[in-house]
């Protein structure tokens, strides 16, 4: 029983990538390029059985000074829910990401590669009147100049618990954020 325990392991670890793995591919992704100005975004939520849960849509806006900058979410769920997620974000030469947002525990960290982003964090998700702290992984990648396509899945206690889908279109990469950061803070007041 223990040989085909390692067996398992083994072939699970040997199928693993990592975002080293997407070094030449283009597109090339650089966050700050991507996530400027309005972008737009549709998705799904999967549960740990892989059914469809609830669909989304999304209105993002970066704003950056050099490597340093921010992104407003905004989040509109087919049963109705409203959420908002402000990211303040940073990347260095090498390419490696950080991030932290007010839902987030700790910081988020990553790396770019080519035309991809791999990063984790720890989202904490409302549930009645407790919140579930869940680990992302979270893998993006640049199809083309203005496409992008996000994958990440959820886990808790190591174990895969749900998977989010989306497709992220750029929008208008001169757009201001005002806006979309005045209805942000209107949802936070009230």
Same mark, same amino acid.
């Given at each position: 029983?223990? *040989?085909? @325990?390692?067996? @398992? *392991?083994l072939l699970l670890w040997g199928c693993s990538h990592q975002v080293q793995d997407y070094q030449q591919q283009t597109p090339v992704f650089h966050l700050p390029d991507y996530f400027s100005g309005s972008l737009q975004a549709y998705g799904v939520v999967k549960n740990w059985q892989g059914k469809q849960s609830v669909r989304f849509e999304a209105q993002l806006c970066g704003q950056w000074q050099g490597n340093e900058g921010t992104l407003f979410e905004l989040f509109h769920f087919s049963d109705g829910r409203v959420e908002q997620r402000i990211w303040q974000l940073a990347v260095d030469k090498e390419g490696k990401v950080t991030g932290s947002a007010a839902d987030v525990t700790g910081q988020a960290t990553g790396q770019q590669a080519g035309n991809t982003l791999y990063w984790e964090?720890? $989202?904490q998700i409302p549930d009645e009147d407790d919140v579930i702290e869940v680990k992302v992984e979270d893998w993006l990648y $640049?199809? %083309?100049?203005q496409q992008l396509m996000n994958q990440s %899945?959820?886990?808790?206690? #190591?174990?895969?618990? #749900?998977?989010i889908i989306l497709s992220i279109q750029q929008q208008d990469t001169k757009a201001s954020c005002a806006a979309l950061e005045q209805q942000l803070k209107e949802l936070r007041a009230g």
């Open positions: 029983m223990r *040989s085909i @325990a390692l067996f @398992a *392991s964090y720890v $989202l $640049l199809v %083309t100049p %899945t959820l886990y808790k206690f #190591g174990l895969p618990v #749900g998977e």
